[in-house]
């Protein structure tokens, strides 16, 4: 592997400007923040950073500014998945080119490839590049599920040295660890604790867009101080917060938090809408509670 990447890695939002630009500057505070905040890697254009609804000049925009800005602080994976095998090796490629340590890729989300497509899909991708590949499971948007056998698979090509795991069956963590063994580090994607638990050796989180340092903290007492107990009760003190960017919530949930924090993250882009009224107010009162801040 070119690099180990271990640790919780947010999966970014893209901030936005009053006229649904995309606002660079502020991204350009928001990686400091994260790499200050003690976060141990950053993935731009993921859903979270809402990947699909930006141009391809956006998407090299923000891919580009993360990773000069992050500077080798902290290992910086981009996000490259595409519908064609094709695209997600040019965007794989022009990742590479840029200066990233990775690429995040999610199965082609529309054609739902067999197990032998997919396989021969990341194949692909990985002989393109000399960075390592973080195969992306998340059913509910690919609409294909690698299963550990699958991932196995996968695990046997050079340079797919990573999966994100993004279902609610933490056991697939284990059977993905007892089945691929050192081919493949899992990173728990929806769980973070309880995937720790199972093995995991990162967690890609949209939590920790809002509060890195917790996050990275829950990973450090379980992961590599194995101290479950303190681990837990500060992974369950800060659920709601967890809770409050799940489902399809977790792009307007978390810019509608980091706007009553003080960071301008603006408003998703269509065709998501911001929260309702009633459903912001409940994030600024998390904010309170929480005691969450942007410096200023």
Known sequence: ??????GVFTVMITPLDNKGSVDLVALKAFVNWQVDEGIHGLIPLGSTGEFLSLSQEDRDAVARTVIETAAGRVPVLI?????????????????EEM????????PPFYSTPTDDELVEHYRAIAASINIPVMVYNNP???????????????????????????????????D?????????????????????VMGAEGWVAVASNVAPGVMARIFTLAADEKRYDEARALYLEWLPV???????????????????????????????????????????????????????
């Open 242 to 296: 967890i809770q409050a960017v799940g489902g399809q919530a977790y792009v307007a949930g978390s810019k509608s938090l980091l706007n009553h924090m003080g960071f301008a993250a603006g408003e998703p882009l269509p065709p998501r809408l911001p929260l309702p009224t009633a459903q912001d107010q409940a994030m600024k009162a998390l904010v309170g509670r929480f005691n969450l801040k942007f410096p200023s």
């Open 99 to 106: 200066g990233a340590d990775g690429v995040m890729v999610i």
């Open 1 to 6: 592997m070119t690099k180990k990447f271990r």
């Open 79 to 95: 996000g490259a998945g595409a519908e064609d095998t094709r695209e997600a090796v040019r965007l794989s490629r022009q990742a």
């Open 176 to 196: 993905i660890a007892r089945l691929a063994g050192e081919n493949m580090t899992v990173f728990g994607g929806i769980l973070g604790f309880e995937s720790f």
């Open 140 to 174: 509910a948007t690919a609409n294909v599920d690698m299963k550990p056998e699958l991932l196995a698979r996968i695990a046997e090509i050079k340079g797919c040295d990573y999966v994100k795991e993004s279902t609610l069956e933490v056991t697939r963590v284990r």
